[in-house]
Structure formats: structure tokens, C-alpha cells
T-cell receptor
Framework: GQQVMQIPQYQHVQEGEDFTTYCNSS?????IQWYKQRPGGHPVFLIQ?????EVKKQKRLTFQFGEAKKNSSLHITATQTTDVGTYFC?????????FGKGTSLLVTP | SAVISQKPSRDICQRGTSLTIQCQVD?????MFWYRQQPGQSLTLIAT?????????ESGFVIDKFPISRPNLTFSTLTVSNMSPEDSSIYLC???????????FGQGTRLTVV
């Protein structure tokens, strides 16, 4: 199945700073999904990107899908302590998902 | 959306024993998925459970170690057999939306093998 590489593995920011995590694939993706997992919680769906060059926003979160559909990013503007958690990108393998390794975000007040 | 009830939420087990994890969905779904998440790691698919047929296992996972039942369209169990400390992980069941646009997860079972 399709695989994605996700960077960075960890990110520690001061509250109010921005944060970005990146996912890259060697092959063209049909779509990519993003999930957030709070500490001690389970993954929760954030968004799915399907179209080349697609940009979607959810409040302070901006999701992008590359023109070649081989990379994607999640950008958080002005982080808050509620943004703490691990952010995963995921790509479909049939109906199951292959997850990136995730980026753990720590926000210091 | 789908609501998934998974239990137990956590357990501490002796090595050599088995634990069965249950997953109940509030709607009928064709496929259910079982994932493992080792401490601080990403999610790895164990198997896909289809109603009325044997589960399909991913590379590195075998039926003798992780037998799965899928008696109907809303329920599945995963058994972790003959446990060792290396099986200490979070186990998650999952279903996908009808349009395959998102996945829903149970709360997870945090397993510690001692």
C-alpha cells in the first residue's frame, strides 16, 4: 500500500507561535487525511484532501495538498494549549489506512 | 458519523494469557479494522474483519496470535493470544464512513503485559 513520510517527529512551541507538519509520498496519492490524537485519546478525523493544490481551512488550521498530490501540510496559526497532541496524516490502502509516524506538538503557555 | 464502543479500556495481564477486546458499532458496517499503536508510535493495521469471512491479516500479524471474530455487521472481537511484554500496546478498532471519507475509532484498549 501507499506510504507517507511525516516530519518533524516532535515540535515544541510557545503558545502563540505557528506550527507546521509535513507529509510526503514517493507516489501520487488519490487523497490524504489528517487526524489528531490527544494524549491518552484516540485519533479523531480532521479533514480529507482530494484535489490537486487543494487548500482547506478550519479556524486556525490550514491544510494543503500539493499540486502533484505527493505532499501535504497542516499549518496551525497562533497555537494554543488545546492544540497539544499528535497529528497524523494517513493515506488509504483499500479502505484501511496507512498512517504517517505523526508529529507530536507540545505547546508551552 | 459512527459511535464505537470498545472494551476493556485498559487491562494488565500476565504473560502467557489471552485477552479478548470487544468492539461494538452503532450502525451496520461491512468492514471493521483493528490497529495496534505501540507506545509513542503510529498506528499499524493488524487486520481487516469482514462479516461472514475470515479476517485479512497484514504482514507480520497471524491469525494464531490475533484471532478475530466478526459474528455480525455491528460487532467484532480481537484476541491477543499467549501474550508477552512485547504485546503491550494500545489496540484500536475502527470503521470508515459509507463514502470512505473518514475513519472512526474506538476509545482504544491500553494493554500492559507483565
Amino acid at each position: 500500500g501507499q506510504q507517507v513520510m511525516q516530519i518533524p517527529q516532535y515540535q515544541h512551541v510557545q503558545e502563540g507561535e505557528d506550527f507546521t507538519t509535513y507529509c510526503n509520498s514517493s507516489t501520487t496519492l488519490s487523497n490524504i487525511q489528517w487526524y489528531k490524537q490527544r494524549p491518552g485519546g484516540h485519533p479523531v478525523f480532521l479533514i480529507q484532501l482530494v484535489k490537486s493544490g487543494e487548500v482547506k481551512k478550519q479556524k486556525r488550521l490550514t491544510f494543503q495538498f500539493g499540486e502533484a498530490k505527493k505532499n501535504s501540510s497542516l499549518h496551525i496559526t497562533a497555537t494554543q494549549t488545546t492544540d497539544v497532541g499528535t497529528y497524523f496524516c494517513a493515506v488509504g490502502s483499500g479502505y484501511a489506512l496507512n498512517f504517517g509516524k505523526g508529529t507530536s506538538l507540545l505547546v508551552t503557555p | 458519523s459512527a459511535v464505537i464502543s470498545q472494551k476493556p479500556s485498559r487491562d494488565i495481564c500476565q504473560r502467557g494469557t489471552s485477552l479478548t477486546i470487544q468492539c461494538q458499532v452503532d450502525s451496520q458496517v461491512t468492514m471493521m479494522f483493528w490497529y495496534r499503536q505501540q507506545p509513542g508510535q503510529s498506528l499499524t493495521l493488524i487486520a481487516t474483519a469482514n462479516q461472514g469471512s475470515e479476517a485479512t491479516y497484514e504482514s507480520g500479524f497471524v491469525i494464531d496470535k490475533f484471532p478475530i471474530s466478526r459474528p455480525n455487521l455491528t460487532f467484532s472481537t480481537l484476541t491477543v493470544s499467549n501474550m508477552s511484554p512485547e504485546d503491550s500496546s494500545i489496540y484500536l478498532c475502527s470503521v470508515v464512513s459509507p463514502m470512505n471519507t473518514e475513519a472512526f475509532f474506538g476509545q482504544g484498549t491500553r494493554l500492559t503485559v507483565v
